[in-house]
């Protein structure tokens, strides 16, 4: 089991990233929050983890070990396998899911593509005793902001427009997250991101 890469980051696409390690580069697929953080050239450090099947190993890699953590633990819900639960990364956070799942909140999972309201609820039924409480004590368990620096805005309208988004609605998605990024000064690419891909998943 390989548990995290650590390597230069050789290429960056629309689903996945390329670490270089010992001059072999290695293939991750990560969520869009996460490909958002990283530059081609840059150093990364990635936790990851192994799906086997008959015919392939894929690699998963994520922004930190709680992502990754609970990964591996929405797989254990029937019916979800490693490319649903990425997308549920995608489009909550891991507290987001916490509290989503603790919660019976339905609809906030069925926004995620793939989960219709049957298979929310029988993720919320098989994970309510096992997911815990949100980690991140003081902090929303939805979207974070960053700081109000130009920065942020460009690299999540990049993430946007990476994946397949038009310029113009990857614009007015960053402005509908803007506020939340004037609530802090820490800098949370990931977070924005993910905010921005809500929004316009409603719209």
């Given at each position: 089991m390989i548990a995290f890469v650590r390597g230069t980051?050789?290429?960056?696409?629309?689903t996945s990233a390329v670490v270089e390690v010992g001059g072999i580069g290695l293939e991750l697929m990560c969520t869009p929050a996460t490909l958002a953080t990283l530059r081609t050239g840059t150093e990364a450090n990635l936790p990851s983890s192994?799906?086997?099947r008959e015919d392939s190993l894929t690699?998963?890699?994520f922004a930190d070990e709680d992502e990754k953590q609970m990964f591996e633990l929405l797989q254990t819900a029937s019916g979800v396998g490693p490319k649903l639960a990425q997308a549920m990364l995608a489009v909550l956070?891991?507290?987001?899911l916490r509290t989503s799942i603790a919660g019976d909140d339905v609809?906030?999972?069925t926004r995620v593509p793939g989960?219709?309201?049957k298979g929310?609820?029988?993720?919320?039924?098989?994970l309510k005793d096992r997911i815990g409480a949100p980690v991140r004590a003081g902090l929303p368990s939805g979207p974070l902001g960053t700081g109000a620096a130009a920065p942020w805005r460009d690299q999540v309208v990049q993430g946007l427009t990476g994946l397949g988004y038009a310029t113009k609605d990857a614009e007015k998605a960053v402005d509908a997250v803007a506020d939340q990024a004037e609530a802090t000064s820490t800098p949370d690419v990931g977070a924005l991101?993910?905010?921005a891909l809500q929004s316009l998943s409603k719209a």
């Open positions: 980051v050789a290429a960056v696409t629309l192994m799906v086997v690699l998963f890699g956070s891991p507290d987001g609809k906030t999972l989960i219709g309201q929310a609820q029988r993720i919320i039924l098989e991101l993910r905010a």
